[in-house]
């Protein structure tokens, strides 16, 4: 899987990557990667819980 100029990460921090970057940087399928992005998105609406790195998250 190769990113396309649009999945490349910007220098914004806090800019969602896609599900493309998260699939290649992880090595998972991009179903996986979308659940990946839910879940930084769901972490996001507490921020005092278990902090998985930002954007960064461990693989499932």
Do not use: H, K, N, T
């Amino acid at each position: 899987m190769e990113l396309s100029r649009r999945d490349e990460i910007r220098d914004d921090a806090f800019e969602e990557p896609s599900a493309a970057w998260v699939a290649q940087r992880f090595g998972v399928c991009l179903e996986e990667a979308e659940w990946v992005l839910v879940l930084y998105r769901f972490q996001a609406l507490y921020p005092e819980g278990p902090i998985p790195g930002r954007f960064f998250c461990e693989a499932l």
